[in-house]
């Protein structure tokens, strides 16, 4: 990856186009309150998504949602990582949409797309039996919806090209 966001070490699921971001560039542990390193990265990150997720007609009438979804390890019970998953994706959106985050082009285009979503523990990325994999399953990430998934292949080439290069 090139570029400012190079230092976040952000991953994309080759699969689905979903952004993976780890859970210490963002929160500390078992928080919901975004760290300033939080801060920073979204406003890096979030205009340079939402241009080239936003930008090309051709994508926006098959997109349906722009998800924010937070992801826990299992430490804890359900329902407390469903809140705090939640919690996290919640300060995200609402940063975003913040007199603290500056405008960019796409925000009020991003507006009505956007969601945000708790998962808890159920998406495990990895094993929860070390601390590397719990770390590895506590994350947030971006993750697009479209109307059409004929779409979906050239949306998430577009998308790994262009904020991974």
């Known amino acids: 990856m090139s570029g400012e966001l190079e230092e976040f070490d952000l991953e994309v699921d080759p699969q689905t186009g979903a952004i993976r971001i780890k859970e210490t560039i963002l929160f500390e542990f078992g928080k919901a309150e975004i760290k300033e390193s939080g801060c920073k990265f979204l406003k890096l990150f979030i ?6 997720l936003l930008r090309n007609p051709e994508i926006v009438e098959h997109l349906s949602q722009v998800i924010i979804e937070g992801h826990t390890d299992n430490s804890g019970t ?22 603290e985050f ?3 082009p796409q925000k ?9 979503n708790g998962r808890s523990f159920v998406d495990p990325r990895t094993e929860n039996g070390t601390e590397e994999g719990r770390a590895q399953n506590r994350r947030v990430e971006f993750k697009f919806r479209l109307k059409d998934w004929d779409v979906v292949e050239s949306a998430k080439k577009t998308l790994s090209g262009k904020i991974i290069e």
Do not use: G, H, M
């Open 102 to 104: 500056e405008d960019f």
């Open 47 to 52: 205009p340079k998504y939402a241009y080239i």
């Open 78 to 99: 359900y329902q407390y990582n469903l809140k705090l998953s939640l919690d996290r994706a919640n300060s995200v959106a609402s940063y975003i949409f913040s007199s």
């Open 108 to 116: 009020q285009k991003l507006q009505s797309f956007l969601t945000a």
